[in-house]
């Protein structure tokens, strides 16, 4: 259906733009029938105390309700701030968070993402066989494999490894899959000589089973040598992975301590 459109009010005293909504038929002028606490109904009530009534126009007419929404999301996104407007969810993730002009962004400015990676060692995984032959990995549950498949080719990760620091920066060349379909070389990582045996835990299981990115390292170094100041206002997450967009402290801190422009290394 293509009889969607969208409209904006229009403060009369002053011809400010104050809301943006989308919709069909009548849709337009109910909000001046509402009565509530919003900052909407209280500028509507303003403009009527002074005689005159708000300014309605249809800005865009004869669409889906996918572009209604789409096109209401980037008058939003555009002046959001000088709006009475309570922003919705929908396309969030397609937009550029506001106030981030100044910056570049994984994902907007850059194909690809920065994130930080939780080596977490333990029984499955060990940063020394990361750091030999090339690969990050986290598993055993589907929540953990959803954080590695989350990882692209051509992201940068740089490795956290806890209680010690960041090991290492690298540079994502193969999306994650189950450890039993991982190649290094031509040989099966399975059949490498591994710290981390138990990597093959649950292998034929696809949502217990380990599932390994391989990495290409700009830097890696042994966890004794690992890169941390504490108080200083670095970034940690008990997560797998997490983006490391609004992260500027941690960037430069890595930035320096391994003498890396990660920007350079960014697609």
Not at 93 to 99: A, E, I, S, Y
Not at 129 to 154: T, V
Not at 194 to 204: F, P, V
């Amino acid at each position: 259906m293509s009889d969607y459109y969208v409209y904006v009010y229009i403060d009369p005293r002053n011809f400010e733009e104050f809301y943006f909504g989308k919709g069909k038929g009548s849709r337009k002028d109910v909000h001046l029938a509402e009565d509530s606490d919003t900052e909407k109904s209280k500028r509507i009530k303003a403009i009527r105390k002074e005689g005159l009534s708000p300014l309605i126009r249809v800005i865009a007419r004869n669409l889906s309700e996918h572009d209604a929404l789409l096109v209401e999301k980037t008058l939003l996104w555009k002046l959001g701030k000088h709006l009475t407007n309570i922003s919705t969810g929908h396309y969030s993730d397609n937009f550029r968070p506001q106030d981030t002009l100044h910056k570049k962004l994984s994902g907007f400015d850059f194909k690809n993402g920065l994130y930080y990676y939780n080596v977490g060692e333990g029984i499955h995984r060990n940063w020394d066989d990361y750091r030999k032959y090339g690969f990050i990995s986290a598993g055993q549950a589907p929540r953990f494999r959803d954080a590695m498949l989350r990882l692209q080719e051509g992201d940068i990760v740089a490795a956290y490894l806890k209680g010690k620091g960041f090991v290492g920066i690298g540079k994502v060349t193969q999306k994650a899959k189950p450890v039993r379909e991982v190649y290094i070389k031509n040989v099966q990582l399975l059949g490498l000589s591994l710290k981390s045996s138990n990597i093959k835990a649950n292998y034929n299981d696809m949502e217990k089973s380990e599932y390994v990115a391989l990495v290409e390292w700009i830097v890696a170094v042994d966890r004794k040598d690992a890169r941390w100041k504490p108080k200083r206002g670095l970034f940690t997450s008990q997560l797998v992975t997490a983006s490391l967009d609004g992260q500027s402290v941690t960037v430069k801190y890595l930035e320096r301590e391994f003498n890396v422009d990660i920007e350079n290394f960014i697609d």
